[in-house]
């Protein structure tokens, strides 16, 4: 019986991943640039792939002359301000509510930090939907998504097997976590994802196409 749904957040519940990756095309190209989307993309969800720093190698292609510091802090005020004006994306709090009024538990299994997860799950008023929020903070350093502790940690706080939970993925290193959990996957990706075949156990193009008794059945039924 399904019991438990853990959410991830970035790309997930509110889409920062796209303006953060059209943020650094932008600061690319004013330098005459190009942004290798495809180093770009491996590092979303986590750094399980990639290692790859937009800032570094933005730095290192212009011989020194761009300081790596000040092009994340331009980077990071532009993507904010682009995040903060984001809403909920859609399908998610339906679902949630649909889960919450059948006795289900709600978590968050994200590879940000809490300051991050925390302070906009509070702004986007979202944040008491949740019985636990499971954040970089709560594993060993270094062990953030595609390894599975942040999923492992998430059953651990929700009491639950992995066969009654399921996880909502936007990103290849997310569904590489959820799976080497054991968990069922639902595979939500976006624009940016989608372009790296990102699929689950299930896989839709948005949250709002999905309901709970649709995700039963589908559970119900395993991955295929």
Request: aromatic share 8%; glycine share 8%.
């Amino acid at each position: 019986m399904l019991k438990a749904l853990i959410f991830d957040f970035d790309g997930l519940i509110l889409d920062t991943e796209t303006p953060e990756v059209l943020v650094w095309q932008s600061i690319y190209e004013g330098h005459g640039f190009k942004l290798p989307v495809h180093e770009w993309e491996k590092t979303v969800g986590g750094y399980g792939i990639s290692n790859f720093d937009a800032a570094e190698h933005l730095a290192g292609l212009s011989s020194g002359e761009l300081d790596p510091v000040s092009l994340r802090s331009r980077y990071r005020k532009a993507a904010d301000e682009i995040i903060h004006a984001s809403p909920v994306l859609p399908g998610v709090v339906p679902l949630i509510e649909q889960a919450r009024n059948r006795g289900m538990k709600v978590s968050i299994g994200s590879s940000s930090p809490h300051s991050w997860v925390d302070t906009h799950a509070k702004r986007l008023g979202i944040f008491h939907y949740f019985d636990h929020v499971i954040c970089a903070d709560d594993v060993a350093p270094g062990r953030t998504k595609p390894n599975p502790d942040i999923y492992l940690k998430a059953l651990e706080q929700l009491d639950v097997k992995k066969e009654a939970a399921v996880v909502f993925e936007d990103s290849l290193n997310g569904v590489l976590a959820a799976r080497r959990a054991g968990i069922f996957v639902v595979a939500v990706p976006n624009p940016l994802t989608a372009k790296m075949g990102v699929s689950g156990d299930l896989t839709v193009s948005s949250l709002a196409d999905l309901s709970l008794q649709a995700l039963t059945d589908a559970v119900n039924r395993g991955p295929g």
